[in-house]
């Protein structure tokens, strides 16, 4: 237990021995690697494996597309997925995402209620073991 908020961020803080990164104590699902399998099996994962990134949509004006980017490294089952979107051209648009991973890369579809001429995406993957 931390006696206030700067313990916590102390014990985030990389250290001078060691890289301290938190941990998931539980998790559900269906499957032990596969984080997106739906289900209510409780699993300790042995390793929590998190990517980060952003990816850029440019082309001609449109009101749906898809964006694509390999991980840096894959993971064995498919991961769970989040997708913000940071900017669009025109800013006013709104815009819905879909995002699916096979554990090698991930795909974002998206669609706007107007045309488009570019959109920035940040996304977030989280999963257990990664590919070799």
């Not at 990389?14 to 104590?25: D, F, S």
């Not at 399998?37 to 597309?65: C, F, N, R």
């Not at 980017?69 to 648009?93: D, H, I, R, W």
Request: aromatic share 14%; hydrophobic share 45%; no cysteine.
């Amino acid at each position: 237990m931390f006696q206030d908020f700067e313990d916590l961020l102390d014990d985030l803080a990389p250290g001078m021995r060691a890289r301290k990164v938190p941990g998931m104590l539980y998790r559900k699902g269906g499957d032990a690697v596969d984080w997106a399998t739906p289900g209510s099996s409780k699993y300790v994962p042995p390793a929590l494996y998190w990517q980060g990134g952003a990816i850029a949509w440019t082309g001609a004006a449109a009101t749906s597309g898809a964006a694509s980017y390999n991980f840096p490294k894959g993971y064995y089952g498919e991961p769970l997925l989040f997708v913000q979107v940071m900017a669009s051209n025109p800013t006013t648009a709104k815009i819905t995402t879909r995002a699916t991973s096979a554990g090698d890369a991930i795909e974002i579809y998206w669609q706007s209620d107007v045309i488009v001429t570019a959109i920035n995406f940040a996304w977030l993957a989280f999963g257990g073991q990664l590919a070799k």
